[in-house]
């Protein structure tokens, strides 16, 4: 029974996931076609475990019942024997009669005793051991079933990147550092090969080198911000738009500020915060988790904390927003 109660939970997690309209907190929706399958797949085996224990039951309840149906035959059969054993020895040779079965008796139910607490014994030694472990396996599988139906989803936001903090330093990708790296810039380089990767960035940076306006939006985000840090060259001095929420970091002043997104490559376990520096006018007041929308000219400067030049957006306009419904952009390809 613990077996189907596990398979139907992991279902109605999976299901309430979904009507809450919360499957974009864990993975790429792109990839939610995963989480029907796995619906199925778990309301389909909790059936057949549910079947398989049914029948199980059935079987247990007929050999019950059929045991103690043969039970009273048995005992009426011997009951019998025994009878006309004695009143056939009566005459012969009673008293010999009367030693001997009571000795067979005597020995019986000594065998029958020790037989009783041995079995006692190894079952004791054996079974509460395993009857502790599996309840612990059963409960750390309940755990993650009750958490994600009944505990609410976080979003992500400001605090998070401030506990988790993030860092831009220069990416060596080779064997030992792939290059498996996920803040400020998004990098899809560790999902290929190097000949791979090439004609990815080859692909998509076709795809905006000819803009003068890059307008990054929900669809295109992540695939945008990558092209313009792989490429920063090609877009100075172009415009570039794009929406987030405010981040101002230990090292800001009141007219820079990091305006983030956070986004899935694939799902929560590669995903990161994305975005850029932005410089607006000055003694500009902005809040964190405040959202913006920014319009500006890509440059670039000497930022100190990471020690190296990172590309800059100077705003020429900008205006506060609601936070999106969702707050979040994925990778597309």
Same mark, same amino acid.
């Given at each position: 029974?613990?077996?189907?109660?596990?398979?139907? /939970?992991?279902?109605?997690? %999976?299901?309430?996931?979904?009507?809450?309209?919360?499957?974009?907190?864990?993975?790429?929706?792109?990839?939610?076609?995963? !989480?029907?399958?796995?619906?199925?797949?778990?309301?389909?085996?909790?059936?057949?475990?549910?079947? $398989?224990?049914?029948?199980?039951?059935?079987?247990?309840? $007929?050999?019950?019942?059929?045991?103690?149906?043969?039970?009273?035959?048995?005992?009426?059969?011997?009951?019998?024997?025994?009878?006309?054993?004695?009143?056939?020895?009566?005459?012969?040779?009673?008293?010999?009669?009367?030693?001997?079965?009571?000795?067979?008796?005597?020995?019986?139910?000594?065998?029958?005793?020790?037989?009783?607490?041995?079995?006692?014994?190894?079952?004791?030694?054996?079974?509460?051991?395993?009857?502790?472990?599996?309840?612990? /396996?059963?409960? =750390?599988?309940?755990?993650? =079933?009750?958490?994600?139906?009944?505990?609410?989803?976080? &979003?992500?936001? !400001?605090?998070?990147?401030?506990?988790? /903090?993030?860092?831009?330093?220069?990416?060596?990708?080779?064997?030992?550092?792939?290059?498996?790296?996920?803040?400020?810039?998004? #990098? &899809?380089?560790?999902?290929? /090969?190097?000949?791979?990767?090439?004609?990815?960035?080859?692909?998509?940076?076709?795809?905006?080198?000819?803009?003068?306006?890059?307008?990054?939006?929900?669809?295109?985000?992540?695939?945008?911000?990558?092209?313009?840090?792989? @490429?920063?060259?090609?877009?100075?001095?172009?415009?570039?738009?794009? #929406?987030?929420?405010?981040?101002?970091?230990?090292?800001?002043?009141?007219?820079?500020?990091?305006?983030?997104?956070?986004? %899935?490559?694939?799902?929560?376990?590669?995903?990161?915060? %994305?975005?850029?520096?932005?410089?607006?006018?000055?003694?500009?007041?902005?809040?964190?988790?405040?959202?913006?929308?920014?319009?500006?000219?890509?440059?670039?400067?000497? @930022?100190?904390?990471?020690?190296?030049?990172?590309?800059?957006?100077?705003?020429?306009?900008?205006?506060? =927003?609601?936070?999106?419904?969702?707050?979040?952009? @994925?990778?597309? @390809?």
């Amino acid at each position: 029974m613990n077996r189907f109660l596990i398979l139907l /939970g992991f279902a109605l997690m %999976f299901a309430f996931i979904h009507l809450q309209g919360n499957l974009n907190k864990y993975i790429n929706t792109k990839y939610s076609y995963l !989480s029907i399958t796995a619906i199925s797949l778990f309301a389909l085996l909790s059936l057949i475990e549910f079947v $398989r224990f049914y029948r199980a039951e059935s079987e247990a309840e $007929r050999r019950k019942s059929e045991g103690e149906t043969g039970g009273g035959h048995v005992h009426a059969h011997e009951h019998a024997p025994a009878h006309h054993g004695h009143a056939h020895d009566h005459g012969h040779a009673h008293d010999h009669g009367h030693a001997h079965d009571h000795g067979h008796a005597h020995d019986h139910g000594q065998d029958h005793d020790h037989g009783h607490d041995h079995g006692h014994d190894h079952d004791h030694s054996h079974e509460s051991p395993l009857r502790w472990k599996r309840g612990l /396996g059963y409960a =750390i599988l309940f755990v993650p =079933i009750l958490t994600g139906i009944f505990l609410p989803v976080a &979003t992500l936001d !400001s605090s998070f990147v401030k506990a988790k /903090g993030f860092s831009f330093p220069q990416l060596d990708v080779s064997d030992d550092n792939p290059g498996q790296h996920q803040f400020l810039k998004p #990098d &899809t380089s560790v999902y290929y /090969g190097a000949e791979g990767y090439a004609q990815v960035k080859s692909k998509d940076y076709a795809e905006f080198k000819d803009l003068q306006a890059v307008h990054l939006t929900d669809e295109n985000y992540l695939k945008g911000m990558e092209v313009i840090y792989n @490429y920063p060259g090609t877009f100075m001095d172009r415009t570039v738009s794009f #929406d987030g929420f405010v981040y101002k970091g230990e090292q800001a002043d009141n007219e820079h500020y990091f305006i983030f997104r956070f986004g %899935f490559i694939h799902c929560a376990a590669d995903s990161g915060v %994305f975005g850029m520096l932005v410089d607006f006018p000055k003694n500009t007041e902005l809040e964190n988790d405040q959202w913006v929308h920014v319009t500006g000219k890509l440059t670039s400067e000497l @930022y100190q904390p990471f020690k190296q030049t990172i590309p800059v957006l100077r705003v020429t306009e900008w205006q506060t =927003i609601p936070t999106p419904k969702d707050p979040y952009v @994925y990778r597309n @390809y």
